[in-house]
């Protein structure tokens, strides 16, 4: 079965960024198994409008965009489940599977204490190299606000970790 020039790009847009996607909403919610849930919901998104998306400049910016919302959407309805269930977060942090060092772990842990816009302003700007306007876009929100989220997500984190090793981790190489 050929595909069409349309699927053709799709796919390969798919191909390209799906990793990227999925590692995002990791990185947003802290769920490994919702995170490719979340990679493929919002790329299933883009492909119902993909024939308005596919000439546009940044058709990745807008699947990241999503892929927040999607992940927004997913923490407000944990949070109502916790008021209703009290002991729904009361299991530890799940084992991780990989080479993940205790620093990135702790990093980890601390990005999940932070307000979802700050998380996401520093995730996408430290995890993902994204410039203040890409970031901007990606969330829908002003690069005023992208500076300003950054810098309080930032300080709150060297606060939770209580050491300023973030600073260095963060700045040093790619959260993970």
């Known amino acids: 079965m050929l ?3 349309a699927s053709a790009e799709f796919h390969e847009f798919f191909e390209r960024h799906y990793a990227e996607l999925a590692r995002l909403a990791h990185l947003l919610t802290g769920e ?4 490719d849930d979340l990679a493929a919901d919002a790329l299933l998104a883009l492909w ?3 024939a308005r998306f596919r ?5 990745l910016a807008y699947a990241r965009g999503v892929v927040a919302n999607m992940a927004r959407g997913r923490i407000r309805s944990a949070v109502r489940e916790r008021r209703r269930v009290a002991l729904f977060w009361s299991r530890g942090l799940e084992p991780v599977q990989g080479p993940d060092v205790e620093a990135v772990l702790e990093v980890r842990a601390a990005l999940a204490r932070l ?3 700050k998380r996401a302003c520093v995730v996408l700007r430290h995890s993902f190299d994204l410039s203040e306007k890409d970031t901007a876009a990606a969330l829908g929100i002003s690069v ?3 500076k300003s989220q950054t810098a309080k997500g930032m300080a709150e984190l060297e606060r939770i ?3 300023g090793a973030v600073g260095q981790l963060v700045t040093g190489r790619r959260i993970r």
């Open 161 to 163: 970790l209580d050491d």
């Open 144 to 146: 005023g606000t992208v």
């Open 115 to 117: 307000p979802f816009r």
């Open 48 to 50: 119902q409008h993909w």
């Open 32 to 35: 490994t198994d919702a995170a």
């Open 3 to 5: 595909l069409d020039d």
């Open 55 to 59: 000439n546009t400049d940044h058709p």
